[in-house]
């Protein structure tokens, strides 16, 4: 995951084609009634969904349950055919879940902070503008991969994002806990930041399955070509 939003996964595209021709030679074994080849198939299948699965993102997770839906089409078929052995024991005994998405989802519900390792210790540390500028220009960045419409001259400039979004990041500040004379004391981008780190936050907590892109949303098109705010 260090790769971040970057991250490539080339294997998974085969690894499913794979999986599509241990069914077809399933299918040829059942229809010669050749089950316990046909069973060697489907364990097959099956541990390769198993080991494809256990990774740390929901993509690879759902590359997984598809080869596992393949794989159980063929289990349908077989024991439905006349003459095939009985495998209610066999399947019973498979992990419930089969596949666990947990892991992923905990991973990707703190994908942000992977992303933008300085994010995640704003209420404690201050940011140098620098800083600030660095993870804007990132944010800035990725929003306008999620455009269709041209960024106009300035759109992303941070001291410009910092100043248009301070009223509304200083309104939320004081009616979520900090007092006045804390927001005063930090610099107007910190500030601005802590507000959209903790609108992501609350998206966390609404159990947003896109959290991470609420916040680069909400803190970057939004002062881009559209205008709209994206915000929770």
């Given at each position: 995951?260090?790769?971040?939003?970057?991250?490539?996964?080339?294997?998974?595209?085969?690894?499913?084609?794979?999986v599509?021709?241990?069914?077809?030679?399933?299918?040829?074994?059942i229809?010669e009634r050749?089950?316990?080849?046909?069973?060697?198939?489907?364990?097959?299948?099956?541990a390769?969904?198993?080991?494809?699965?256990?990774g740390?993102?929901?993509?690879?997770?759902?590359?997984?349950?598809?080869?596992?839906?393949?794989?159980?089409?063929?289990?349908e078929?077989?024991?439905?055919?006349p003459?095939?052995?009985?495998?209610?024991?066999?399947?019973?005994?498979?992990p419930?879940p089969?596949?666990?998405?947990?892991?992923s989802?905990?991973?990707?519900?703190?994908?942000?902070?992977?992303?933008?390792?300085?994010?995640?210790?704003?209420e404690?540390k201050?940011?140098t503008?620098?800083?600030?500028?660095?993870?804007?220009?990132?944010?800035?960045?990725?929003?306008?991969?999620?455009?269709?419409?041209p960024?106009?001259?300035?759109?992303?400039d941070?001291?410009?994002?910092?100043?248009?979004?301070?009223?509304?990041?200083?309104?939320?500040?004081?009616?979520?806990?900090?007092?006045?004379?804390?927001?005063?004391?930090?610099?107007?981008?910190q500030?601005?930041?802590?507000?959209?780190?903790?609108?992501?936050?609350?998206?966390?907590?609404?159990?947003?399955?896109?959290?991470?892109?609420n916040?680069?949303?909400?803190?970057?098109?939004?002062?881009?070509?559209?205008?709209?705010h994206?915000?929770?």
């Open positions: 995951m260090s790769e971040g939003l970057n991250l490539q996964i080339p294997e998974a595209g085969p690894m499913r084609d794979i599509r021709y241990m069914a077809v030679q399933a299918r040829i074994q229809a050749n089950f316990e080849a046909a069973i060697r198939s489907l364990q097959t299948g099956f390769m969904t198993d080991h494809v699965a256990d740390s993102t929901l993509i690879i997770n759902l590359v997984g349950i598809a080869m596992g839906d393949v794989a159980v089409k063929r289990v078929e077989l024991i439905q055919t003459g095939a052995p009985n495998l209610y024991w066999a399947l019973t005994g498979l419930h089969f596949i666990d998405v947990r892991k989802m905990e991973q990707e519900s703190r994908f942000l902070y992977l992303v933008f390792p300085s994010l995640a210790d704003l404690t201050t940011l503008q620098s800083q600030y500028q660095s993870v804007i220009k990132e944010i800035a960045q990725i929003a306008e991969t999620m455009m269709t419409d960024v106009p001259a300035g759109g992303n941070p001291d410009e994002i910092a100043k248009a979004d301070y009223p509304e990041a200083k309104q939320y500040l004081l009616t979520h806990g900090k007092t006045l004379k804390q927001i005063e004391a930090l610099p107007d981008y500030a601005v930041l802590l507000y959209h780190v903790r609108m992501y936050e609350q998206g966390r907590g609404y159990g947003c399955e896109n959290a991470q892109a916040m680069v949303l909400s803190y970057g098109v939004r002062h881009m070509a559209t205008g709209f994206f915000g929770w």
